[in-house]
């Protein structure tokens, strides 16, 4: 459960605070992504007041804030979605947020969070798991420590793809912080 709470934490603040740091650059490509799951009244041309009532009316350091709240970064597809998005996520990342190890790793954590570790129909077929239905799901220290190992890559290579986005923005318009 915490490994998968790692990606999601991780994948939703840097992309968050990424967005944030040059609306500019990233949210209109982003609103037009998910332009469907905006908030009521919103738009990649309009905010309504409450929303930016909510940010005391400066919405220069928010936007990713708000538009974050509309992307379930519990999903893989819409973290990949997101990343692609914003950042324009490279062939390793989308590789990677779509690695068969990751989404078995989602398994397990839904599998913890709903049925208190117990295998399920549905478990067994999509992981082709050894153990049967109705058993406790076992996991390792190996199988443990490999999960830490992809998340770790996982993380490292979102906080890269931000990072790189980032840099390149401020080549082609640096970033200027008021006092």
């Known amino acids: ?21 040059r609306p500019d650059l990233f ?7 998910f332009s469907e799951a ?13 929303i930016a009532a909510r940010y005391k009316f400066d919405l220069r350091r928010c936007i990713g804030d ?3 709240k509309r992307i379930d970064f519990t999903n893989l597809d819409d973290i990949r979605k997101a990343y692609k998005s914003a950042f324009e ?8 947020l779509q690695s068969e190890k990751l989404k078995h790793l989602v398994l397990i954590r839904n599998l913890i969070a709903h049925r208190n570790g117990v295998i399920d ?5 999509k992981t082709k798991s050894a153990e ?17 190992v992809l998340v770790e890559k996982v993380g490292i ?6 990072d790189d986005a980032l840099a390149g923005a401020a080549q082609k318009a640096p970033l200027v912080l008021e006092g």
């Open 121 to 125: 129909d549905q478990f067994k077929l």
């Open 66 to 68: 708000i538009i974050g």
């Open 27 to 33: 949210a209109a490509r982003v609103l037009r992504d």
């Open 89 to 96: 996520l490279d062939d390793e990342g989308t590789q990677l």
């Open 132 to 148: 049967e239905v109705g058993e406790e799901l076992t996991i390792t220290d190996e199988i443990a420590a490999n999960f830490a």
């Open 157 to 162: 290579h979102l906080l890269r793809i931000a």
């Open 1 to 21: 459960m915490a490994l998968w709470s790692a990606v999601e934490s991780l994948a939703s603040d840097v992309w968050i605070c990424a967005v944030n740091l």
């Open 38 to 50: 905006l908030p009521e009244g919103m738009s990649s041309r309009s905010i309504p007041l409450g």
